[in-house]
């Protein structure tokens, strides 16, 4: 049982390092933006995150999934985290949380 337990507070805290990346054209952080697809967690304590870009032409494409990877890979207990990028489904502003669209004046 205390396994479950580790596994919820590894999620917990890899969604509060997602909660500290930002879109730099957008105010809100990725989380929030609706980037982030999917986050796995298995018994091994690798990370696998699948996210988008708001644009397959993101200005950054390339700084922005280093910088999640970096970011998540620095939690404790985090082994190894692969990355996948995918624009299937493409990203759109109905993806953002309430909270984000609240921000953004769009509510």
């Known amino acids: 049982m205390e396994e479950q337990i580790d596994?919820?507070?590894?999620?917990?805290?890899?969604?509060?390092?997602?909660?500290?990346?930002?879109?730099?054209?957008?105010p809100v952080d990725?989380?929030?933006?609706?980037?982030?697809?999917?986050?796995?967690?298995n018994e091994s304590y690798e990370v696998k995150i699948l996210m988008t870009l708001t644009s397959p032409n993101c200005p950054v494409a390339e700084t922005l999934p280093m910088e999640v990877k970096e970011k998540v890979s620095s939690i404790d207990k985090v082994k190894?985290?692969?990355?996948?990028?995918?624009?299937?489904?493409?990203?759109?502003?109905?993806?953002?949380?309430?909270?984000?669209?609240?921000?953004?004046?769009?509510?």
């Open 30 to 41: 990725i989380y929030e933006l609706g980037l982030i697809y999917d986050v796995f967690v």
């Open 80 to 107: 190894d985290v692969e990355l996948e990028l995918t624009f299937d489904p493409p990203w759109d502003k109905d993806m953002m949380s309430e909270e984000a669209k609240l921000e953004l004046g769009m509510l």
């Open 7 to 26: 596994m919820n507070e590894l999620g917990e805290n890899i969604v509060r390092v997602l909660k500290t990346i930002f879109d730099p054209e957008i």
